[in-house]
């Protein structure tokens, strides 16, 4: 295992048996809106390399892109766990916030700058894309 994870109640646990492949802060209005916070963090991994426990609850909408966007709850205490999207094939996004394991949480970019709260700090050392960068940023070369 290379870390784990869970939702506020515990019901709702996860290991992941690879690294992240990218670890992103995205300022969409999307993520806002569904983390209930200025910003979210994603930890993407291989999705064949999580192992969840527990019952979640679905929610699919359409992303900008055009791409089907579901968000993963906890069942008990609505704890935000995971997203997957339909153009990313074999990647889940783990939100940062339930990872146990905090030390590995390192975004390396800054997504939706356009979106972004105007008062929100940023890390100004991560370069920025105002929207998600083209092609694949998430698979390592």
Same mark, same amino acid.
């Given at each position: 295992m290379k870390?784990?994870?869970?939702?506020l109640c515990g019901q709702v646990s996860y290991?992941?048996?690879a690294e992240?492949?990218?670890?992103?802060?995205?300022?969409?209005? #999307?993520c806002r809106r569904s983390t209930g916070a200025?910003?979210?963090?994603?930890?993407?991994?291989?999705? #064949?390399?999580?192992?969840?426990?527990?019952?979640v609850s679905t929610f699919s909408h359409k992303a900008k892109s055009g791409n089907t966007m579901t968000k993963r709850f906890c069942v008990n205490c609505g704890t935000l766990m995971f997203g997957n999207s339909s153009g990313r094939t074999n990647v889940v996004s783990i939100r940062a916030g339930t990872v146990d394991q905090t030390e590995i949480i390192n975004p390396v970019m800054n997504v939706f700058v356009d979106s972004k709260i105007s008062s929100t700090p940023i890390n100004? #050392?991560?370069?920025?894309?105002?929207e998600m960068p083209e092609g694949e940023p998430w698979k390592k070369d």
């Open positions: 870390f784990s994870g869970q939702c290991k992941s048996y992240p492949v990218l670890i992103l802060n995205c300022h969409c209005e #999307d200025v910003y979210g963090t994603n930890v993407m991994v291989a999705e #064949d390399q999580l192992e969840i426990h527990g019952k100004n #050392d991560l370069p920025k894309a105002s």
